[in-house]
C-alpha cells in the first residue's frame, strides 16, 4: 500500500520528488503514440494541436483513437473527483513502474505521488511550489515548464472555508454541493461543485501557462500533484463526518471510464471501485497533513423552504472586454407583477435567513482568461472597494466549454456567487433599489489581446 505524502513535509533524505523527476524524464522521451508517455497521459485529459505548448507533439495517435481516448477529462459534474482519481492513480502507477523498470525501485509500492498542501496554515512555505519544480528554469530540469506565472499563490485562491457544504450534490443550478450536479459524463458541464471551484479551477488559473487550460495542463508535472491534493481533499472532506457522504445513486457508482495500465494496457475503471483509496488499484493512504476545510456549516447551506427565484438580469450578452466591466440588472416586468411577495422581502427590514446569489450563464470565450473579482453596487466612482466585493470567478476550461465537439455542448461555463452577506447590508442603505442593481467585473490580471469573455446572462437570485 502507498503512503502519499505532503511535498513540503517529507522526511529527511527522501527521494520523491528526485524519483518523479527521473520518471517524469523517461514519460518525455517516449512517442505520443504510447500510451505511458507524458504526452500520451496528459492528452487524456485535454489536447488541442495548434497550442504551442504541443508544438513538438509528434506523431499522433489515428483519428479515431484520439477520438476516443484522448479529450477525456471530466468537469462540472459529479465525476470531477472520482474520473481525476482514477486518472492520477493510473498515472502514478505508470510512473512508478517505469521506475521498476528502470532499477530505481523495487516495487510499484515504493514510490507514491507526493501532494501540494497549498492551503496548510501551518506552513508559510505551503503557497510556494517546491523547488525542485522551478529550478534549474529551463529544460534540463523534467520538472519544469515555460511560462508559470511566478510564486507564491495567492492565499485567497487556496481557501478552503467555502467548502463548508454538506451535500455531495449541487442542490440546484446555483447552490453547489461539494463535488457537482448530477449530469452524465461529459468533458465540460455547467454543474460543477465547491472542490471544483476553490481550490481546483483557482489553482490551475493561479499557475497559469500550461496549467491554466484543460487541453494543456497534463504536461505540466505540477498538476500531478496539484490533483493529488484535490483528491486527498475529497477524503478529508468525507472524514468530517456528520452527514458528508458519497451519493449512493446506481447511476453514480456504477459509471465506468477507460485508463491505462503501466504495460500499455486497457484498463476499465469503476466509480464504486474507487471511493475507498485503499482499494484503488494497489491501494494508497494519505499522511496526515493540516487541512482546514471547516467543519461546521453555515445556515445559509442547510435545505430551505423555498426554491430560489429570479428577481433581477441583466438583459444583454455581455463582452467583458480588457478591462473592468460595470453591468445594470433589471427587475424584468413581468416578474414585478408575478413576483410581489419576492419584491416585498427584498424591500424589507433584512432577517438573518436571506439567501442572495450571483449567477452567470453561458459565459464564452476563447484564450486564458484571469480571475475576476465581482463587486456589487460600486461607488459612482468607478472603482471597485473591498466592501463591495462579493467574490472572484475562475473561468478555467472557458475555450473547452465553448466549443462544441463530440464530448460537450459547447454552451460555456456557468458560475455561482453566494452574495448574502453583502446583500443584507445593501439592503439597509439610503437609496436601495433591487431594480438598479449593479454588477462589476475586474480582470485580477492583464487580459490577454486574443482572450474573449462573453457572458450571456447574469442574474440575480434570492
Ligand atoms: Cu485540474
Redesign the pocket.
Known sequence: MKERKDVHNLPENDRSLELYAIGVAEMKTRPATDPTSGYYQAAMHGFFQDDNFWADVGVLPSDSHMESYWNQCIHGSWFFAPW?RMYIACFESILANILVDLGKIATEDDWALPFWNYSDTDNSAALFMPSAFLEPEDKSNPLWIKERNSPPLIEDNVSLEKLNIIPFVNEDMIRRGFGGAIEEPSQFDTGYGGLEERP?DWV?DDIGGAMAN?VT?GLDPI?WL??CN?DRLWQEWLDLGEGRKNPDDKSFNNQRFVFYTYTGVQEEMIVEKVLDTTDVLTGYTYQESNSPIPSRTTRRLTPRSRPLELVAASNTKQDLGKTARNIQLTIPASIISRRQDTLAVLNSIPDTDTEAYLYFENITGKGVTPIYKVYVNTPDSGAGTEECCVGRLSLFGLDIASTPSIHHSGCGLSRSLDISELFDCLRTQPGWNPAQLSVRLEPTREVPADTEVNIGRISLHC
Do not use: N, R
Open positions: 481525476h481546483h490551475h484543460p495542463s498538476f496539484h490533483h484535490i
